[in-house]
T-cell receptor, first 119, second 113 residues
Framework: EAGVAQSPRYKIIEKRQSVAFWCNPISGHATLYWYQQILGQGPKLLIQFQNNGVVDDSQLPKDRFSAERLKGVDSTLKIQPAKLEDSAVYLC?????????????????FGPGTRLTVL | GNSVTQMEGPVTLSEEAFLTINCTYTATGYPSLFWYVQYPGEGLQLLLKATKADDKGSNKGFEATYRKETTSFHLEKGSVQVSDSAVYFCALSDRGTGNQFYFGTGTSLTVIP
């Protein structure tokens, strides 16, 4: 079974520029997550989609970050304009359909991440 | 609210030593508990999980028991190898709020030959 795919793996931009990241979840997984992982910290949830609807975006800085999952499959996360403090690894994860359920469906599977450096 | 607290690292051990990484949690409901591992240059991988009190998760020689009375999920391994060098994250998922994950800050483990 193919895992979660992300691209690019690395990106270097200057502050005030724009950047976009792409994620393709595991086939059949209804739920998709974007996390920000700053060096030395645990991942922080930015946004969670259930199919193509947003479940939770309370920690997404909406003045500069946006995300979409138009057909309920792959997703893009955009930052416009980027700031120095956005330097981090952006992780995408997916899970089967965990809302209200227990057991293996609540396990999240992570992609390799995109390392963003803002200069 | 929900949160996870991990012991701070870094942790350095000699090969074949015993490993314990402490993890405690705070949860409003009945969470599932996880340990994820992140090897250098790679994404997070699920190491083990437990979905209810007294469950024991195990994988690759690692174990952790879901202790509701002490709100803990400590990771243990009897004999570590150099290949276990990685960052370990304790996490909980809150089924009551759409499976939102809460991660600890991670514990870096280095195993020396």
């Amino acid at each position: 079974e193919a895992g979660v795919a992300q691209s690019p793996r690395y990106k270097i931009i200057e502050k005030r520029q724009s950047v976009a990241f792409w994620c393709n979840p595991i086939s059949g997984h209804a739920t998709l997550y974007w996390y920000q992982q700053i060096l030395g910290q645990g991942p922080k949830l930015l946004i969670q989609f259930q199919n193509n609807g947003v479940v939770d975006d309370s920690q997404l800085p909406k003045d500069r970050f946006s995300a979409e999952r138009l057909k309920g499959v792959d997703s893009t996360l955009k930052i416009q304009p980027a700031k120095l403090e956005d330097s981090a690894v952006y992780l995408c994860a997916s899970s089967l359909d965990p809302v209200g359920l227990a057991g293996p469906t609540d396990t999240q599977y992570f992609g390799p991440g995109t390392r963003l450096t803002v200069l | 609210g929900n949160s996870v607290t991990q012991m701070e690292g870094p942790v350095t051990l000699s090969e074949e030593a015993f490993l314990t990484i402490n993890c405690t949690y705070t949860a409003t409901g009945y969470p599932s508990l996880f340990w994820y591992v992140q090897y250098p240059g790679e994404g997070l991988q699920l190491l083990l999980k437990a979905t209810k009190a007294d469950d024991k998760g195990s994988n690759k020689g690692f174990e952790a028991t879901y202790r509701k009375e002490t709100t803990s999920f400590h990771l243990e391994k009897g004999s570590v190898q150099v290949s276990d060098s990685a960052v370990y994250f304790c996490a909980l998922s809150d089924r009551g709020t759409g499976n939102q994950f809460y991660f600890g800050t991670g514990t870096s483990l280095t195993v020396i030959p």
